[in-house]
Structures are given as structure tokens and as C-alpha cells.
């Protein structure tokens, strides 16, 4: 089956939540979703904010939703991904700095020539989670998409881990990883689990540690 590309799962992400907030706020109000350590006003204003953010890419230039990765948690975005100018990148990052609601921000966004975006952007779309081996020209030893996907079955596993309190990233083999951990134990399981993958050569955590 072929899987859908990074590019592209952004792109109807940007669709979906502007359905979510298109409807009377008084109608949708938070969202209720208790499985998680953030509340369901938390969860509404994340997912309000990221919606004006891929919208404001969308309308200014829909590269962005292919090559930026935008994550939030408690209003912490973390920001990762290639662009081919130090133009885009300045453009990037002052969508995002212009949201005084967000309280912290973790940029990791590359600035990289545009044959490196390109190359990376075909090898991403073509191996993706289909197959762990990217073409001879990508610079990364295992899809990105691929390494996104195992972390999301081994956290879903991992007994003593609640993995929707987590969100990643990978770019060129990097981890980038936030979210919160009940306790230390939890916190050691998902890097552990993390650094153990096929081709992650280096892992960043912002994973904040509750208990």
C-alpha cells in the first residue's frame, strides 16, 4: 500500500483543523481527550494555534508545509526541518514568534542549500515508511519517515509509557523529541527506546519530567 508523504499528511492537517475551527467555538469548545497529561483547554489552544500557523505557511508559501515540522505541547513549539534559504528560514520563524501565546520556542529549523532540500524531500517521499533504505543521494542511512514510524509502535508498546504525551521528529537521523514524562523511569524508557532504533544517530530531547 503506498503511504501517504510527509508533505502531503501536512497539507490535510492544514484542511482538517480548518474544519475544526471553522465551526462556533461556542459548539466545539475544548477538546476533551483525558488519555493525556495536558488539559483539554491546553489541547484546544495547541491545536489552535498550530492550525493559524499551517494556515499563515499555506498562504505565504506552501513549501512550508512540506519542509517545516511544527510541534506544540502546553504552548512549547518545537520547530524542525530544512528550508533552502536564510530568507525562509527568517520567514519561518517569525510566523511563529509573532504568536504571544506560545510560551517557549525550540528551533532546530536547518538552513540547507536547495539541491540538499530536494534531494532529501524525494528520498522522504519515495521510501518513506515503505521501505528503511533511501536512495544513494540522500545524506540520511534510514528514511526519517521510517525512524517516525517505528518510534511511534515502540512508545505504543512500552508498558509504563503513555506516547500521546510525546511528540518527535526526524530530520537527516536526528531525533527531536518533546513532551512529558510521569516520572524519571518513563523519561529513561523513551530515550532508550529512541537511541536503540535503526539509523538515529543523535537524539535532543525537550521532554519535561512531572513526578
Not at 492544514?14 to 465551526?23: D, K, R, T
Not at 499563515?56 to 534559504?85: C, R
Amino acid at each position: 500500500m503506498k503511504r501517504v508523504s510527509r508533505g502531503l499528511k501536512r497539507t490535510l492537517q492544514v484542511v482538517a483543523l480548518g474544519i475544526v475551527f471553522s465551526a462556533p467555538l461556542a459548539a466545539c469548545g475544548p477538546l476533551q481527550m483525558p488519555v493525556e497529561n495536558r488539559s483539554g483547554d491546553d489541547q484546544w489552544l495547541d491545536t489552535k494555534i498550530k492550525s493559524e500557523i499551517l494556515g499563515k505557511f499555506a498562504e505565504i508559501d506552501h513549501s512550508y508545509l512540506i519542509d517545516v515540522n511544527v510541534d506544540i505541547w502546553k504552548q512549547q513549539v518545537m520547530v524542525t526541518g530544512m528550508v533552502d534559504s536564510k530568507g525562509k528560514y527568517y520567514d519561518v520563524m517569525s510566523i511563529i514568534r509573532q504568536d504571544k501565546r506560545i510560551k517557549k520556542i525550540y528551533d532546530h529549523l536547518q538552513v540547507a542549500d536547495a539541491k540538499t532540500v530536494a534531494e532529501y524531500r524525494e528520498a522522504e517521499q519515495k521510501y518513506g515508511e515503505d521501505n528503511a533504505v533511501p536512495a544513494d543521494s540522500a545524506k540520511q542511512s534510514v528514511s526519517d519517515v521510517w525512524i517516525d514510524s517505528q518510534i511511534k509502535a515502540l512508545l505504543l508498546a512500552e508498558k509504563g509509557v503513555r506516547s500521546v504525551n510525546y511528540r518527535w521528529e526526524t530530520v537527516n537521523n536526528i531525533v527531536y523529541i518533546m513532551g512529558e514524562s510521569a516520572n524519571k523511569t518513563e523519561y529513561d524508557k523513551v530515550l532508550n527506546i529512541v537511541r536503540r532504533i535503526k539509523g538515529v544517530t543523535k537524539v535532543v530531547s525537550h521532554i519535561s519530567v512531572v513526578g
